[in-house]
């Protein structure tokens, strides 16, 4: 229980710092507009009127937080400017040029004000006045939630560096580390029909010699066989 007050006093002494005031505010305004028109469309078609009023008194209430939230920014400024002059001069040129932007789109939520003040008071659904107005309600509150949430994403691309329009170092690490994509084996259509097999004429074989001819000129003709005559052996006569 005691860390649940300590985080509530911390909370509440945070509200006192303008630099997170209009941090805490600026999602309000986008979001309140949008919820807003949503449950004023919505009572529309269902024909509720309490449904109707709980819309046009979320939408005056949204409407109305851009000016306290204005002020925390254009208090915060001046600090801001002090602490990223050196080090980040372009985010300090950027937050200049936002407020700028959300000082010039003030008309937008005093209008819309107006608007939700008088469609309540006449009524949506007791005359044609009330119903135009009505109508102006929602278009003035689409345009206006969609200028707060544009300029809370340039606020978010000059603070938080790691969205995906900025190019990171990781970006090009994992780029060069990834392996390359692997090739598909290039199959041939399904319809291909295979080419005729043309004849291609053959040069003639150089005319090699008759086995009889090659053995003629490999071995030799047999020679008459030599008859050797042995000597004659002479017996003796026989003496009587």
């Known amino acids: ?29 986008s979001y309140g507009l949008l919820v807003g028109v ?32 204005k002020d925390a920014r254009l208090a915060a400024k001046p600090r801001l400017e002090q602490v990223y002059k050196h080090d980040a001069s372009a985010r300090a040129a950027d937050f200049n040029k936002n407020t700028n932007a959300w000082i010039a789109a003030s008309w937008q939520f005093r209008l819309l004000v107006l608007c939700a003040f008088a469609t309540l008071m006449i009524g949506i ?13 929602v278009l003035l509150g689409l345009l206006s939630a969609k200028n707060a949430m544009w300029l809370n994403y340039q606020d ?30 290039v199959r041939a259509p399904a ?26 000129e490999r071995i ?7 008859s050797v005559q042995k000597p004659r052996r002479v017996e003796p006569l026989p003496r009587f």
């Open 125 to 137: 659904q007791r005359n044609r006045i009330g119903f135009g107005l009505s109508i102006a309600t």
């Open 220 to 226: 030799p003709p047999p020679q008459a066989p030599v």
């Open 38 to 69: 949503a449950m004023l469309v919505t009572g529309f078609f269902v024909k509720a009127p309490r449904l109707q009023v709980a819309a046009l008194v979320v939408i005056g209430t949204a409407a109305l937080i851009h000016f306290p939230y």
């Open 156 to 185: 978010a691309l000059a603070y938080h560096p790691n969205l995906k329009r900025h190019e990171a170092p990781i970006d090009r690490k994992t780029a060069d580390t990834l392996p390359p994509p692997a090739r598909e084996p």
């Open 191 to 216: 319809n291909r029909h295979p080419s005729p097999v043309v004849a291609q004429p053959v040069a003639p074989a150089v005319q090699a010699t008759t086995p009889s001819a090659q053995s003629a």
């Open 1 to 29: 229980m005691s860390e649940f007050i300590i985080q509530i006093e911390k909370l509440l002494g945070a509200f006192a710092d303008p630099e997170y005031r209009y941090l805490a505010l600026e999602p309000l305004i």
